[in-house]
């Protein structure tokens, strides 16, 4: 049974700094790209960033580039979306997504992605 597990989100003041993880279980880790999407408030769930199985290459949405970076350890099955200079429209739920590394669905889209985690919210204050 795969799970994905998000952490690490909360309240935090415009500007400031916070790090998401998403830890994986019932699965190949190697074997998996991972996505970061989010899902602001009456609004659909947008892409934040990719990483594939090594953290060779990464990919993010405009909107977050330079802000935010995502990484993974593999050794300990878990990715990671750094995000610094945060901005109240950054509020969102987040969520880690997974997809077999060598999958030709669409990365920046969520129906190209097999598996899902809950969710972590994190709301950014003025």
């Known amino acids: 049974q795969v799970q994905l597990v998000e952490s690490g989100g909360g309240l935090v003041q415009a500007g400031g700094s916070l790090r998401l993880s998403c830890a994986a279980s019932g699965l190949t880790f190697s074997n998996y790209a991972m996505g970061w999407f989010r899902q602001p408030p009456g609004k659909e769930r947008e892409f934040v960033g990719f990483?594939?199985?090594?953290?060779?290459?990464?990919q993010y949405a405009d909107s977050v580039k330079d802000r935010f970076t995502i990484s993974r350890d593999n050794a300990k099955n878990t990715v990671y979306l750094q995000m610094n200079s945060l901005k109240r429209e950054d509020t969102a739920v987040y969520y880690c997504?997974?997809?077999?590394?060598?999958?030709?669905?669409?990365?920046?889209?969520?129906?190209?992605?097999?598996?899902w985690g809950q969710g972590t919210q994190v709301t950014v204050s003025p």
């Open positions: 997504a997974a997809k077999l590394q060598w999958s030709t669905t669409a990365t920046t889209r969520p129906g190209g992605y097999e598996y």
């Open positions: 990483i594939n199985w090594n953290g060779g290459r990464t």
